[in-house]
């Protein structure tokens, strides 16, 4: 992606607000696993990966946001709803260099997985 359209993102959603989402958008955003080290070893913030994730999927609603450690990266993971679009786009970005990890579009029967697989590493 281009430096060039993460910087015209930026500068929309500090223009529009990244708080146009309603709040049941946020759901987990900042999530860390209990593990406040997490927080602290990101060299990017949740702003910035949050808009550099939303550049990649154009329209796209932030559903959830957290910061976790995958596959021994440290990754922002944001689930981006696209209205008209069935399921969700997962979006990892990279938080110590910024760059987009992964887009994965996961359908409705995916997605159900994946919430029943974190409920049961959760323990909720």
């Known amino acids: 992606m281009s430096q060039l359209r993460i910087a015209i993102a930026i500068a929309w959603f500090a223009a529009f607000g990244l708080a146009a989402a309603p709040a049941s958008a946020h759901t987990g955003a900042g999530r860390t696993h209990g593990k406040g080290t997490l927080a602290s070893e990101a060299r990017v ?24 450690r995958e596959h021994g990266k ?6 981006i709803r696209v209205p008209g ?38 323990g909720k």
């Open 45 to 68: 913030s949740m702003k910035t990966a949050r808009a550099t994730a939303l550049a990649r999927v154009l329209h796209g609603r932030v559903q959830s946001a957290e910061l976790e």
């Open 74 to 79: 440290l990754i922002y993971s944001f689930d």
């Open 85 to 122: 679009k069935s399921g969700i786009e997962e979006v990892q970005v990279d938080a110590i260099k910024g760059r987009i990890v992964s887009v994965v579009h996961e359908g409705p029967k995916a997605e159900q997985k994946e919430a029943r697989q974190e409920k049961l590493e959760h």
